[in-house]
């Protein structure tokens, strides 16, 4: 079925004519810019549609959710890495992902007792999206990992029991190889080019070079 959501003078709701078990909240916009560069505009836009949509799209869907057997909220946000170098090319787009992730860390113990899972997916490097070959071009595309492994390790989430997975802050490469998936190859778009590791991860993973003034449309 289709969720409908809509902007009313008071608030926002979804209307559905079924249950809503499961809400992703994965928009995006991107600019990998520093402060002077980044203006006003496109900072509404990153804040708009990363933090606080995610927070609107997933309280329209709550009351669904509370009456689900089998509730999830999944976002497509990072690990909460408050190391400086996350900050100090793109102070606004980390704001506007964390944003996200800081519902994943408040939510999970808001909803808790409603037994509603509420966790974070992030991957371990670039993923062949529209949004990474506008920023890193074809070489960036072939050093990533193809979608399929996000669908997969989303899959093995919200398989999940919700009223004891929640509150985490998966990486996708984690997830499969929990799942037996020991051959991460054929994740690769193009197998022998080295991986382009994502932004935010911990001290595992080398920083990737900021890519300066990248900005792609909503969808990383």
Same mark, same amino acid.
């Given at each position: 079925?289709?969720c409908?959501?809509r902007?009313k003078?008071?608030?926002i709701n979804?209307?559905?004519?079924g &249950?809503i078990?499961?809400?992703?909240?994965?928009?995006?916009?991107?600019?990998?810019?520093g402060?002077?560069?980044?203006?006003m505009k496109?900072?509404d836009l990153?804040m708009?549609?990363?933090?606080?949509g995610t927070?609107?799209?997933?309280?329209?869907?709550l009351?669904h959710?509370?009456?689900?057997?089998?509730a999830?909220?999944?976002?497509?946000?990072?690990?909460?890495?408050?190391?400086?170098?996350?900050?100090?090319?793109?102070?606004?787009?980390t704001?506007?992902k #964390?944003?996200?992730?800081m519902?994943?860390l408040?939510m999970?113990e808001?909803?808790r007792?409603?037994?509603?899972g509420v966790?974070?997916?992030?991957?371990?490097?670039?993923?062949?999206?529209a949004a990474?070959?506008?920023?890193?071009?074809d070489?960036m595309?072939?050093?990533?990992?193809t979608?399929?492994i996000?669908?997969d390790?989303? #899959?093995a989430?919200?398989?999940r029991?919700?009223a004891?997975c929640? &509150?985490?802050f998966f990486?996708?490469?984690?997830v499969?190889?929990?799942?037996?998936?020991?051959?991460?190859?054929q #994740?690769?778009?193009?197998?022998g080019?080295?991986l382009?590791?994502?932004?935010f991860i &911990?001290d595992? #993973?080398?920083?990737p070079?900021a890519i300066?003034g990248?900005?792609a449309p909503?969808?990383?």
């Open positions: 079925g289709t409908l959501i902007w003078s008071s608030g979804a209307e559905y004519g &249950g078990d499961i809400c992703i909240n994965n928009a995006s916009a991107i600019s990998l810019t402060t002077a560069d980044t203006p496109r900072f990153m708009g549609i990363n933090t606080r927070y609107c799209v997933t309280q329209a869907c009351p959710l509370k009456k689900s057997s089998h999830h909220i999944l976002n497509n946000s990072p690990p909460l890495n408050m190391n400086a170098i996350w900050f100090q090319n793109h102070v606004a787009y704001m506007a #964390y944003g996200m992730s519902c994943v408040g999970a808001e909803f007792r409603n037994k509603i966790n974070a997916i992030w991957p371990a490097t670039a993923i062949a999206t990474v070959e506008m920023l890193g071009g070489a595309i072939k050093g990533s990992r979608p399929e996000m669908a390790a989303a #899959y989430i919200l398989s029991d919700p004891t929640t &509150g985490n990486i996708d490469e984690e499969v190889k929990a799942e037996g998936i020991t051959d991460l190859d #994740y690769h778009h193009s197998p080019t080295p382009f590791p994502d932004f &911990g595992e #993973y080398p920083a070079e300066e990248g900005e909503a969808s990383s």
